[in-house]
Every structure is written in structure tokens, then in C-alpha cells.
């Protein structure tokens, strides 16, 4: 299996621009996440799935985003309008188990999406 | 809230020396798991090790958890440049909460 795929790998963009990030997850993973990373608050969840239904989405930062997905091999992230302080990385993640607790919960993360809001 | 929060923050070492980087965390948990992640890469998991273990190994990874203090230990034995990375440590409760990651520096 390739992994975790991720597009893009970098996103420049300006100010107001909408942005739309792309996950492809391991095939037969049937949970997927979605974590943004920076160097102020490290890895926040954002939002994840289950059965491409989303089941936590509150980390999602304000209305500005959102996340869909549609089938069991592609998710999005899209950010409208996108502001500075949204330059983060990205990442994708996704999990065999179930993250309750009696699974271990190991994620397996895409290379991420490097986006630069100017 | 951030759950797993690792101490120290940077750590440089020279190469065949072992690096100790220590985690803690807040409630109790199910499990916890220690990430890799090289500059510009993804996260990639190294070990686990469950509420009810002490001690694990794999490799030249040693792992210790102490649930009484809330804490976690990982060890890379007899380091080598190409462990210089960031380590994560992760929180397993009804979902997975990461530090903010130790930068780790082997000095060839």
C-alpha cells in the first residue's frame, strides 16, 4: 500500500482565497483524521471520521472550515476564506482501530499539506 | 487539551550516546505511543506501550510508563544521526492526544 496520500504538498495563497486540502487514507482504514500542526500549539485534532461519517469535530477552529467525506478513499479539508493565521501543516491520518479505549489506536499520518496564507 | 507533554524540548547529543526524553500526561489513559516525525515528514509510530505494561522494548527503543505518576519514558539506545528527529508523544484515551514533541539532534 503507498500510504497515506496527501495534495498538495504546498499551498501558497492569499488572503480570502478558499483553500481545499486532499486525503486519499490507507485502503480498508475505515477511521480518518484530520490534524493541523504548528510550532505554537503542536498537533491539534481538527476533525475525524468513522465510515466517512464525522464523528468529533470539535476542533475544528470556526466555520471557516469544514471537512467532508464523501467515500471511503477521499476526504477534504477546505478553509473559506483562508486568513494568516491558518499557515499550519496539515495532516491526514488514518486507523485501522477504533480510538475508543479498548483499541490502540495507532495513526498512520500522509506527509501533510504545507499551507502559507499571505 | 493537550494531554502528552514532553520533557525536555531539545536535547543534542553526540552519535552512539543514548537520548532520554520523558512524557506526562494529565488522566488516565489506555494506552501510550511514542511518533517519529523527520523535518517535513509525516508522523510515523514507533512504539506502544498499554496502561497495564511497565517496561517495553523494540530495537534500540526502550519505553517505560509509570501510571501512579502519570509519566512515560522513551530511550534510544546507541544513537545514530539518522534518529535525529522529533518525538511525540501521544495520550491514548477515547481519542489520541500528542505533546508538542522533543527536537532530538545526533551529532555524527
Known amino acids: 500500500d503507498a500510504g497515506v496520500i496527501q495534495s498538495p504538498r504546498h499551498e501558497v495563497t492569499e488572503m480570502g482565497q478558499e483553500v481545499t486540502l486532499r486525503c486519499k487514507p490507507i485502503?480498508?482504514?475505515?477511521?480518518l483524521f484530520w490534524y493541523r500542526q504548528t510550532m505554537m500549539r503542536g498537533l491539534e485534532l481538527l476533525i475525524y471520521f468513522n465510515n466517512n461519517v464525522p464523528i468529533d469535530d470539535s476542533g475544528m477552529p470556526e466555520d471557516r472550515f469544514s471537512a467532508k467525506m464523501p467515500n471511503a478513499s477521499f476526504s477534504t479539508l477546505k478553509i473559506q476564506p483562508s486568513e494568516p493565521r491558518d499557515s499550519a501543516v496539515y495532516f491526514c491520518a488514518s486507523s485501522l482501530t477504533a480510538p475508543g479505549p479498548l483499541n490502540t489506536g495507532e495513526l498512520f499520518f500522509g506527509e501533510g499539506s504545507r499551507l502559507t496564507v499571505l | 487539551s493537550q494531554q502528552g507533554e514532553e520533557d525536555p524540548q531539545a536535547l543534542s547529543i553526540q552519535e552512539g550516546e543514548n537520548a532520554t526524553m520523558n512524557c506526562s500526561y494529565k488522566?488516565?489513559?489506555?494506552?501510550l505511543q511514542w511518533y517519529r516525525q523527520n523535518s517535513g515528514r509525516g508522523l510515523v509510530h514507533l512504539i506502544l506501550?498499554?496502561?497495564?505494561?511497565r517496561e517495553k522494548h523494540s530495537g534500540r527503543l526502550r519505553v517505560t510508563l509509570d501510571t501512579s505518576k502519570k509519566s512515560s519514558s522513551l530511550l534510544i539506545t546507541a544513537s545514530r544521526a539518522a534518529d535525529t528527529a522529533s518525538y511525540f508523544c501521544?495520550?491514548?484515551?477515547?481519542?489520541?492526544?500528542f505533546g508538542k514533541g522533543n527536537q532530538v539532534v545526533v551529532i555524527p
Open positions: 488522566t488516565s489513559i489506555n494506552n
Open positions: 506501550i498499554r496502561s497495564n505494561e
Open positions: 501521544a495520550a491514548k484515551t477515547n481519542r489520541l492526544a
Open positions: 485502503s480498508g482504514h475505515d477511521y
